[in-house]
């Protein structure tokens, strides 16, 4: 095979992989916190995952929420969040660490992250302590 002919090919094979990691739900959504608090008014059954060191996390998070710091989330399910299909609402404190977190959680196979950015503009209750 000519080397001119692997560069299609292999850019062909990263192409469909990614599609279909798409396909079958290796990703996250991203949402506003407006949506978030709409889905904590509506729904049961989520958690709210506040992906922050804990000293940042007893100085302030979300009501209801647990700490799973980012740096914690490897290649295994972390035991605090025991069903890869409920309904995950992952925040940090400016949205990097949240997105980070939400596309390590979809690529060990959880299948239903929302994204809602960071709690320094989170129009809601913030609770303190653990």
Not at 22 to 38: D, F, N, P, V
Not at 49 to 67: C, Q, S
Not at 93 to 99: D, L, Q, Y
Not at 118 to 127: A, F, L, Q, S, Y
Request: aromatic share 6%; proline share 5%; hydrophobic share 40%.
């Amino acid at each position: 095979m000519k080397r001119k002919g692997l560069l299609p090919v292999i850019t062909l094979i990263m192409a469909s992989a990614f599609l279909l990691g798409a396909c079958i739900g290796l990703s996250y959504r991203r949402i506003t916190q407006e949506k978030a608090m709409k889905i904590m008014e509506e729904e049961t059954g989520y958690l709210i995952v506040d992906v922050r060191r804990p000293d940042e996390f007893a100085e302030g998070h979300i009501e209801g929420a647990i700490n799973v710091p980012n740096e914690g989330i490897t290649d295994e399910m972390p035991e605090e969040l025991p069903d890869k299909d409920q309904l995950l609402l992952v925040y940090c404190r400016t949205g990097r660490r949240s997105k980070e977190a939400a596309d390590k959680l979809a690529k060990i196979g959880y299948t239903n992250i929302y994204e809602m950015g960071g709690i320094n503009t989170w129009p809601g209750t913030i609770v303190t302590g653990d």
